[in-house]
């Protein structure tokens, strides 16, 4: 009986997806097998052209994979992870690689890890975006694991990863939880992202009185520009659809509660962790939290709030300003994201290439965006640069953003539009390039209430001041 190369455990939308693309890639050979043999029965008798071998038991399914034995699981996160893995693990051997596709919590892929790693079989963390169709046609992949195991799984992942450039999106990241790491940054920048254009599409709207058909018109042009992107796109699409039933702009009848599955929330937990402010997607984050608080915002009372109205001299003008403050909020989060991956990487010792993650992110994901390009040059000509804003390129496209940036926050709040995350991102910009702090307060008050202590500028080591009494101040250490 001829034997598969690679295999895939898990049939749901995304599994079975990823195994079409797999078994339509010459020289693969795709084993399949899912908890429930329905699904994989029909997935073989909807795709009999596929190069699958189907199996109805776990035992089946790892007799049928050639050595090294390769298998990706695409099932739901958590438990039934655990469980597979569990049931892998028990039946594999030395050598032998298991693969996470799903979108995991990074510590728990280090902790499969240096379980199954003991057993000498190879665990790999690998995030997987693009969606639904990305998994089939091409996504962008961010496999974590050894470099070893990356010999073998490297040319598969490159086989069926989306193509940018003439390069595949796929490249080995680093260690253990480093693939999923990135990934969870990666749609952590994708909540900022969203956000931003929703802000965008908002003021159009209510500051400028656009149609939402109008507004895509409008995204259709940024999309020709530096703007470039999947979400700019698929936005202007969103906008441009009509209700069948009302006829009605689509996006008017969708209730305004946005859902959330859980990467952004991990984006920001860990970011604190990690003592890496991203502003940006935390609002992001928290934005989509008061969008379902149904009740509150219901009860909320009809405030005057003081706003005053949004004059508006020439609409061409005002959309261009909209426009580079919608640039300026989209390098700060991209900024702040990449920031946490290198934050992410030295704590973990990761060996994290930062052009190399932005190239793979130019086809197949999410926030493919044509300004990646300039993301990796950056990277490749400073490898330890501190700060994406601090590129020559960004820094020029800052300060031809900043004018316009400020005013639109500005105005947006004078009209009560809310800007969160417009707003946090030019308050995250004036703290970086501010010469001092208030800061210093922060550590008076520290001291004062908690014995703290503080660092002088003018002296090294470290001080408390005695604040009652005479006020003496002793030095520390």
Not at 363 to 372: E, S
Request: charged letters at 20%; a negative charge.
């Amino acid at each position: 009986m001829s034997k598969a190369n690679i295999g895939v455990v898990g049939l749901a939308v995304m599994g079975s997806n990823l195994a079409r693309n797999l078994a339509s890639r010459a020289g693969n050979s795709v084993a399949i097998f899912n908890r429930s043999v329905d699904k994989t029965q029909a997935l073989v008798s909807q795709h009999p052209e596929a190069n699958f071998i189907a199996s109805e038991t776990i035992d089946e399914f790892v007799a049928s994979l050639s050595t090294p034995r390769t298998a990706i699981i695409m099932v739901q996160a958590g438990a039934g992870t655990d469980a597979v893995i569990s049931a892998l693990a028990e039946r594999f051997e030395k050598g032998d690689i298991i693969v996470d596709g799903g979108n995991a919590l990074y510590t728990d892929t280090i902790r499969r890890e240096k379980d199954v790693s003991q057993k000498g079989i190879h665990f790999v963390g690998a995030g997987i975006s693009g969606g639904e169709e990305g998994a089939l046609k091409g996504p962008s992949i961010m496999p974590g694991g050894t470099k070893e195991s990356y010999e073998t799984l490297g040319p598969i992942l490159a086989s069926i990863a989306a193509v940018a450039e003439g390069e595949p999106c796929v490249t080995h990241v680093g260690t253990d939880g480093a693939g999923h790491f990135v990934k969870m940054i990666h749609n952590g920048i994708e909540y900022a992202d969203m956000q931003l254009i929703a802000e965008a599409y908002d003021i159009l709207r209510q500051a400028g009185g656009l149609s939402p058909m109008e507004v895509s018109g409008v995204l259709e042009d940024w999309n020709k520009g530096e703007l470039e992107s999947y979400l700019i796109e698929i936005t202007a699409e969103v906008l441009s659809q009509v209700d069948a039933k009302t006829g009605k702009p689509l996006v008017d009848v969708i209730l305004d509660a946005a859902g959330s599955k859980g990467t952004g929330v991990w984006t920001v937990q860990s970011a604190l962790d990690l003592g890496t402010p991203v502003s940006g997607i935390a609002e992001a984050v928290f934005a989509r939290s008061l969008s379902s608080q149904s009740a509150q915002r219901k009860a909320a009372p009809a405030f005057s709030a003081g706003t005053t109205s949004w004059d508006i001299a020439a609409q061409a003008a005002f959309i261009e300003s909209v426009r580079k403050a919608l640039y300026a909020s989209k390098i700060v989060a991209y900024a702040q994201g990449f920031d946490a991956i290198r934050a992410g990487a030295a704590e973990n010792n990761w060996e994290i290439n930062l052009g190399a993650v932005a190239k793979i992110w130019r086809g197949g994901c999410i926030i493919r965006a044509q300004f990646l390009n300039r993301i990796s040059d950056a990277y490749s000509k400073n490898e330890q640069l501190v700060s994406l804003l601090f590129d020559d390129y960004f820094t020029n496209a800052i300060e031809d953003a900043a004018a316009s940036w400020r005013e639109v926050v500005a105005k947006a709040s004078l009209a009560g539009i809310p800007v969160p995350a417009f707003a946090s991102s030019l308050s995250y910009f004036d703290g970086l390039r501010a010469t001092r702090l208030p800061a210093a307060l922060v550590q008076g008050q520290r001291d004062f209430f908690g014995a703290h202590t503080y660092k002088r500028v003018d002296l090294p080591g470290t001080f408390h001041t005695l604040w009652s009494g005479d006020k003496s101040e002793i030095q520390t250490d």
